[in-house]
């Protein structure tokens, strides 16, 4: 009934954002781009997740969650098509990104990215999926020894306030491979270096299954991208973001990231979690950061 529910919901939603124009929005007279981000594996809609753990008795609490965090952009991974359906429905003012990894379309999880439609404008000649492999406009693919297939989902969005255009990039490494999560890393850098607008701002979210010191991470920050929670909370030892569900937030298990190209200023970040076991909304802990980019730093390359 909720999943029934939810679909007819969405499509109303749908409908009405045909016929309905985004809202006006200040413009913002300093040409700051300010952005509220966050990354949030929803853990899949699996049959073994049973009571609170099942999706249907905890779909609330990732919204609250979400609403709570209140991110202009969100990068979501493991979201299954009903899920996302669910999402997209109890998430109205957000517009989606997103296909399904193992067609294209429909089936396997997204990387999904959702953006705030009043703030936000898509430009539609920038965005699209590629998969993590040696054919990464080929849907399905994998070609690095992962068993998985994994892609990432990006696009340009363009800031009503400042006019400012800026990339985000939403992705999910494979969870055994390492030698697939290295060159993962090196296409999403190369493409990074040859998007269409280099001078612009990039934001990279995404569930690495990899901690901070891996060279996988490191490929990135190499690159020129940092990581607004460790450069805020470097001498935290307690940074753990996939926790199986027990809520524990000891340890340096961060697999969680937000990145962001030079020039940012870095007013705060954190790992949200749950105050118990049960209240968690998923096995993962969501990241978030505030971040902006002064006007002056908008034509550096990022």
């Not at 905890?58 to 919204?63: H, T």
């Not at 009903?82 to 989606?96: E, M």
């Not at 068993?147 to 969870?175: A, E, K, Q």
């Not at 490929?219 to 460790?230: C, E, I, M, V, W």
Request: neutral net charge; hydrophobic residues 35%.
């Amino acid at each position: 009934m909720i999943r029934l529910a939810g679909i007819v919901l969405l499509l109303l939603v749908a409908g009405c954002r045909e016929k309905q124009a985004p809202r006006a929005v200040a413009v913002r007279e300093d040409g700051v781009l300010e952005l509220s981000l966050c990354s949030f594996n929803i853990r899949y809609e699996n049959d073994s997740d049973r009571g609170w753990r099942a999706w249907p008795n905890r779909i609330d609490r990732v919204v609250r969650t979400i609403r709570r965090l209140d991110p202009d952009v969100l990068g979501v991974q493991e979201a299954l098509h009903g899920q996302a359906a669910d999402l997209r429905a109890s998430l109205p003012d957000y517009d989606f990104a997103g296909i399904g990894r193992d067609d294209g379309e429909r089936a396997g999880e997204y990387a999904a990215i959702l953006y705030k439609t009043d703030r936000f404008e898509a430009d539609r000649a920038e965005q699209g999926t590629f998969w993590l492999s040696d054919l990464p406009e080929k849907p399905g693919s994998k070609t690095w020894g992962n068993s998985v297939v994994r892609c990432t989902t990006w696009m340009r969005l363009i800031d009503r306030p400042t006019g400012r255009g800026f990339y985000i990039y939403n992705t999910h490494f494979d969870h055994r491979h390492q030698a697939s999560r290295v060159r993962s890393a090196g296409l999403i850098v190369e493409r990074i270096a040859n998007r269409a607008h280099p001078g612009e701002p990039v934001v990279l979210l995404g569930d690495f299954n990899a901690v901070e010191s891996n060279p996988a991470v490191r490929q990135f920050t190499s690159a020129g991208l940092t990581d607004p929670y460790h450069s805020l909370h470097r001498h935290e030892e307690n940074r753990r973001t996939l926790h199986f569900w027990s809520g524990d937030a000891g340890g340096a298990l961060k697999v969680d990231h937000i990145l962001v190209s030079k020039g940012a200023v870095f007013e705060a970040a954190g790992i949200d979690r749950a105050p118990s076991r049960k209240l968690q909304p998923s096995d993962h802990f969501p990241v978030w950061a505030k971040v902006r980019w002064p006007e002056s730093d908008q034509d550096q390359d990022g």
